[in-house]
């Protein structure tokens, strides 16, 4: 299976500044990302959906100038988190479109004091 | 509206004890049903894609079936290291999103 890497693994940040997330499908060239968000005790939820070369889908309620999504190769998609607030806390996960088994990073811990 | 509904929300089971674990789903136009087993602190891991109804997959204690409106997780003779979140998901055919379950959480004690 397609074999998916996150950096970091947890970042800690202030209120009011950026992070940026990294997310690299290492054996598999993903033309389509989906970046999820999961609060504790929660499912996944889905944020966004990029396609490489082209602006992010973003579901309804993510607002888009705040978690800037990048997919400019077909092995790499950033997520940025802009002007990081607590409630943005959570646990971003991404995962490279595959058409029969989808896979997932192993997610970011993010903790905005 | 796509929806899944995964029971129970958790489950203790004595190692050896066989149970299982249901995911009811409407979608329109199914394109897939996953299962998927998270640990705390970690991604989802995949563990089955099933397609139409009738079809059954295993991996090792696990056997995932689908009917036309829901799917089951069999887990057989259960062993503590069983324990995870297990999430079940559907993907849709006029938007190829994956929509996710809550989970049900099982707990397997020696």
């Known amino acids: 299976g397609a074999v998916v890497s996150q950096h970091p693994s947890r970042v800690i940040c202030k209120s009011g500044t950026s992070v940026k997330i990294e997310c690299r499908s290492l054996?598999?060239?993903?033309?389509?990302m989906f970046w999820y968000r999961q609060f504790p005790k929660q499912s996944l939820m889905l944020m966004a959906t990029?396609?490489?070369?082209?602006?992010?889908?973003?579901e309804q309620g993510v607002e888009k100038d705040k978690f800037l999504i990048n997919h400019a190769s077909l092995t790499l998609s950033t997520l940025t988190v802009t002007s990081a607030h607590p409630e943005d806390s959570s646990f971003y996960i991404c995962?490279?479109?595959?058409?029969?088994?989808?896979?997932f990073g192993p997610g970011t811990r993010l903790t905005v004091t | 509206e796509d929806q899944v509904t995964q029971s129970p929300e958790a489950l203790r089971l004595q190692e050896g004890e066989s149970s299982s674990l249901n995911c009811s789903y409407t979608?329109?136009?199914?394109?897939?049903l996953f299962w998927y087993r998270q640990d705390p602190g970690k991604g989802p891991e995949f563990l089955f894609t099933?397609?139409?109804a009738g079809e059954e997959k295993e991996k090792e204690r696990l056997k995932a079936t689908l009917t036309k409106k829901e799917s089951f997780l069999h887990i057989t003779a259960p062993k503590p290291e069983d324990s995870a979140t297990y999430l079940c998901?559907?993907?849709?055919?006029?938007?190829?999103?994956?929509?996710f379950g809550q989970g049900t959480t099982l707990q397997v004690k020696p």
């Open positions: 979608v329109s136009g199914l394109r897939g």
């Open positions: 099933l397609y139409s």
């Open positions: 995962s490279p479109g595959d058409p029969y088994e989808q896979y």
């Open positions: 054996d598999f060239q993903a033309t389509t």
């Open positions: 998901a559907v993907r849709a055919s006029n938007t190829g999103k994956l929509i």
């Open positions: 990029s396609n490489e070369g082209s602006k992010a889908t973003y």
